[in-house]
């Protein structure tokens, strides 16, 4: 149904909110609008003032089974009188070894012990750890727009925008290879881009020495770098190019993973299999829980050398086993793929109309929308597409923005086809205003 604006956001309890928050928090949060959330449903949210939004963006890809599920709630539940603090890291809680054992039967065959943490970067951070004992290869390499966390080991390597880095160095030693970006190549040509990316990639690991390269990282599909997907041949070539070399491939699939894209894997869709595997957001249901998976061969570092106090939390096992029944669902997977080719379809038909919308890429729900000032140029609409964030939010649709000038589109898995019908109506509106200079 269409969302539901009552008080012109932020309303009086969201800016009185607001106000002591910024007393009190630190200022670094990237806040992107005046929004203090209240109780949410489904694809629902409700604010402070009693505004209902549909949320495109799932809490940044983490609500992928729906605020409120009623199998997480359940799950949660169940298990609050019994334990909420299991000690993973020194005694030996089953929940943990349950949720462990279901998720790698949903991974491809050999990725198969299991590292619990807390998050996307402590996810990361592990597999950083675990490649550096393998190889005792000094260098990590990774691609231009990727994000991999904030945390130290992780931030070395992410340079989507320079904040993240700015101020913070010396940093572990990463390398940084262009990502195939194909709409921003200038031959447009989606093999001719992946060649000049693998070219180059061969000639940075030749400077450094390849016997130097202990690690490539890479996001199956960019987040926060645009919502970026490479063409097939890369993965299979950046796979030839580790096996060579003796290089670990490690696939982050923070964001794009737990079906995002229709698959359980991202990465499943270019028919590679990577070393190690991070998993985290939408793996909790909802609580913090992260997850870096490798081959068995990898996972020999001896006791101690790597442990996490709050990781397999007791609560967050639960509700990640639940989310894990619902998201290794096929089902649910081929639902994700017939929503993501409605969204992309309604957004070309969009994009047809408006020469600011320059590309419309994506796979299952994980669609990115790319604003320029003209397709000929291709210049990046950064302000426009800020004004297109802002005003779908006072509009009642919650988009985060993603790249130079990007949005992402990332709705809850489960989001009924009214609700995704009822934001796509708001976001085309949104577009079309802006598109000719008019309400922002």
Not at 12 to 31: E, G, Q, T, V
Request: with cysteine.
């Amino acid at each position: 149904m269409k969302p539901k604006i009552i008080t012109p956001p932020p309303g009086p309890k969201a800016r009185r909110i607001i106000a002591r928050d910024k007393r009190i928090i630190s200022p670094s949060l990237p806040r992107v609008y005046p929004f203090a959330p209240h109780h949410g449903a489904g694809a629902n949210l409700w604010d402070e003032d009693g505004n209902r939004y549909i949320d495109f963006n799932s809490g940044v890809a983490v609500m992928s089974v729906g605020y409120r599920n009623p199998q997480i709630l359940h799950a949660v539940q169940q298990q609050l009188p019994k334990l909420t603090h299991n000690v993973h890291m020194a005694y030996y809680p089953e929940l943990p070894v349950t949720f462990s054992e279901h998720l790698v039967k949903l991974l491809p065959k050999g990725l198969d012990r299991v590292f619990l943490g807390n998050s996307g970067a402590d996810a990361v951070e592990a597999a950083m750890k675990l490649a550096r004992y393998n190889t005792r290869r000094r260098y990590f390499v990774a691609f231009t727009g990727c994000f991999h966390g904030r945390t130290y080991g992780a931030v070395s390597m992410t340079i989507s925008k320079p904040v993240y880095q700015e101020g913070f160095g010396p940093f572990l030693d990463a390398v940084h290879s262009p990502y195939p970006y194909v709409y921003r190549h200038p031959s447009g040509d989606a093999e001719e881009c992946v060649t000049d990316c693998i070219d180059k990639l061969e000639k940075l690991l030749k400077k450094i020495g390849p016997k130097n390269a202990g690690a490539i990282f890479t996001e199956p599909i960019q987040g926060e770098g645009g919502y970026i997907v490479p063409p097939k041949s890369f993965f299979k070539e950046l796979r030839r190019i580790c096996d060579r070399h003796g290089i670990l491939l490690v696939d982050d699939e923070v964001q794009a993973g737990c079906m995002r894209t229709g698959k359980f894997l991202a990465i499943e869709h270019f028919g590679v299999k990577p070393d190690i595997v991070c998993l985290a957001k939408a793996l909790g249901g909802g609580l913090p829980l992260g997850a870096m998976v490798a081959k068995r061969e990898l996972m020999r570092w001896p006791r101690g050398s790597h442990a996490s106090t709050f990781a397999g939390n007791a609560l967050s096992c639960a509700s990640g086993l639940e989310a894990l029944r619902i998201l290794g669902d096929k089902r649910l997977g081929k639902k994700v793929t017939k929503d993501g080719e409605h969204v992309r379809k309604r957004m070309r038909e969009v994009q047809d109309d408006h020469e600011i919308l320059g590309d419309v890429r994506g796979l299952g729900l994980m669609v990115g929308l790319e604003f320029v000032k003209d397709r000929k140029t291709k210049a990046f609409a950064t302000k426009e597409r800020d004004a297109i964030v802002q005003s779908a939010f006072k509009r009642g649709v919650l988009v985060l923005p993603a790249g130079h000038s990007s949005l992402r589109i990332a709705p809850p898995l489960i989001i009924e086809r009214e609700d995704l019908d009822a934001g796509l109506d708001v976001l085309s509106d949104v577009i079309n205003d802006v598109s000719k200079g008019g309400r922002r």
